[in-house]
């Protein structure tokens, strides 16, 4: 009886381990999708690595393998959801690592045209891997298309010392620097660009318009002689010869002014130009007047009057001039003469955002990148008030600022609006305590009416009534948009509800300590 019972024991632990070993690896659905893939079967792979998902949604290998092996066959859209999924799960190990999710997911974005999400990604990925080339390419260009200057120069500038000879980053870092009023900065990038690049048209007149803003006139003619007798565009070579005629009416070479202004008119007239033509005797005029050649300069108007009417104050100008050449010598000579609008015209010659609008980068779709590098900040900063107790924040030292008196607080807190790309329009008395100011402005960019409160409390955080407050405040302004600068940290309730009020943004402690230097 006993042996009858050890054989029959001996016969089921021997069909157990045959299942265990033999048939049980072949039914499960890991090892089965492993075998279609030896066999090169990755259909059928796919299907087993599903129905382990069905039993197991947060198995983060299956969801690898799925994404790549969608990847492998150019389904993208699938490979996406997994790699999102791996996202959500947010748990990654030594073979699955979250910047490769999150890069690949980036040029995935890239290329359906999902440019927030992707921006989000390769922002994700500078916050632990600062140095990483291409997030810090397509988070500073892709800034830059949006026009936010000081972000795209921040990652920009960095990406150009990691790669000092390539010709799209530094021209990208010099429009940055440009535009953000960084002008040494930016005419050495357009320097090194067109050093890498001499058949380049437009790194040329960049870096002629920044060395001529830097007041580097020879340097600045050196870029315009380039375009002048090098470029096969004639429109590269008329705005090469009327900047350089500029740049010699700055430094005092009223005969040189003339005869490139003559030079531009007479291309003008050479290539049937009639709107650049006007342009072109508007200047000729004054680079006639600055050389004491009055009557040249009148002629010059007369002309232009005969073709627009209304072209700037032509009619006035010509008014003026006949008139002063009148009176000149009697009693009755004119007390302001027209020469003294020189500067009014050569300040008004080029505006500020001139190469900007030349150079391509701007892009033709608006995108909320601000508010992601907005709520980024925000998420930065709670989870270090949990840990560090506001330690960050504190150490910002606005000690020079709460000892200076009201009337030079509001005169840096104007210059600081300024550098932020403010035309301050209005000094509001809406705040009467000496720890604070308002302005009403006009964004130079966008050319939206703008209400600014700067603050320098001290001791205190802004809280979400003062938030609130400001916000209210901007409807009743009937602005589009408001600033408020603060030398003290939010405090959680204020950044929680910061998200929600759309038109606020705020200036922190370290960003307004930046805009004071200097």
């Given amino acids: 009886m006993l042996f009858n019972i050890l054989i029959v024991a001996a016969f089921l632990l021997g069909i157990v ?101 992707a921006f989000e990604k390769y922002y994700e990925i500078l916050k632990e891997f600062p140095a990483d080339s291409e997030s810090l390419y397509h988070v500073g260009f892709i800034s830059l298309g ?77 870029y315009t002689a380039h375009l002048i007798e090098n470029s096969s565009d004639d429109a590269a070579r008329f705005i090469a010869n009327r900047l350089a005629g500029f740049i010699y009416a700055e430094s005092n070479k009223p005969n040189l002014a003339l005869k490139h202004f003559e030079d531009v008119k007479n291309f003008c007239i050479e290539h049937g130009w009639d709107v650049e033509l006007i342009t072109a005797l508007y200047d000729a005029g ?33 008014t003026r001039l006949r008139k002063e050449m009148d009176s000149y010598g009697s009693k009755y000579e004119e007390v ?6 020189k500067q009014n015209w050569i300040a008004s010659a080029f505006p500020d955002d ?26 930065v900063r709670r989870d270090k008030r949990e840990t560090d107790s506001l330690r960050e924040q504190e150490d910002v030292d606005f000690e020079f600022l709460y000892k200076v008196d009201s009337e030079t607080f509001r005169s840096m807190s104007y210059r600081a609006c300024e550098k932020m790309g403010f035309i301050i329009d209005d000094i509001l008395q809406t705040y009467r305590e000496s720890d604070g100011v308002d302005f ?12 600014i409160w700067v603050r320098r409390w001290k001791g ?12 209210q405040a901007i409807n009743d302004a009937k602005a589009k948009q408001g600033y408020f600068f ?32 200097n």
Wanted: net charge neutral; aromatic share 12%.
């Fill in 17 to 117: 381990a045959y299942y265990l070993y033999f048939i049980a690896p072949k039914l499960n659905p890991f090892n089965r999708a492993e075998s279609f893939l030896n066999e090169d079967k990755i259909e059928e792979a796919i299907t087993e690595y599903i129905k382990i998902l069905d039993k197991a949604p947060y198995d983060i290998s299956v969801h690898k393998k799925l994404a790549d092996l969608y990847l492998k066959q150019g389904k993208e859209d699938l490979a996406m959801k997994h790699l999102e999924r791996l996202v959500d799960i947010n748990r990654f190990t030594p073979d699955i690592v979250k910047s490769d999710i999150y890069r690949t997911l980036g040029r995935m974005y890239l290329k359906k045209g999902l440019v927030e999400r």
């Fill in 146 to 222: 949006q026009e936010l200057f000081e972000t795209a120069y921040k990652y920009l500038e960095k990406l150009a010392k990691q790669e000092p000879a390539n010709f799209e980053i530094l021209f990208g870092a010099g429009i940055a620097a440009l535009q953000s009023q960084r002008i040494s900065e930016a005419a050495n990038f357009f320097k090194d660009a067109f050093g890498v690049r001499a058949d380049s048209d437009i790194a040329a007149l960049a870096a002629a318009f920044a060395f001529y803003r830097k007041r580097d006139y020879n340097t600045a003619l050196h």
């Fill in 286 to 318: 004054f680079a006639a007047l600055i050389h004491g050649k009055t009557e040249l300069a009148y002629d010059y108007w007369n002309q232009l009057y005969q073709m627009d009417r209304n072209f700037k104050d032509t009619q006035e100008l010509i």
């Fill in 336 to 341: 302001k003469p027209v020469i003294n609008e």
């Fill in 354 to 379: 001139f190469i900007w609008n030349l150079c391509g980068l701007k892009s033709d779709t608006s995108y909320n990148i601000a508010g992601i590098i907005s709520s980024g900040k925000s998420s």
């Fill in 440 to 451: 009403l402005a006009t964004n130079k960019e966008t050319k939206q009416k703008t209400l």
């Fill in 460 to 471: 205190t955080n802004v809280g979400e009534i003062p938030l609130r407050n400001f916000a």
């Fill in 486 to 517: 603060t030398t003290s940290p939010l405090t959680p309730a204020a950044e929680g509800i910061l998200k929600n009020l759309e038109k606020v943004r705020v200036v922190y402690p370290d960003e307004f300590l930046r805009l004071l230097q």
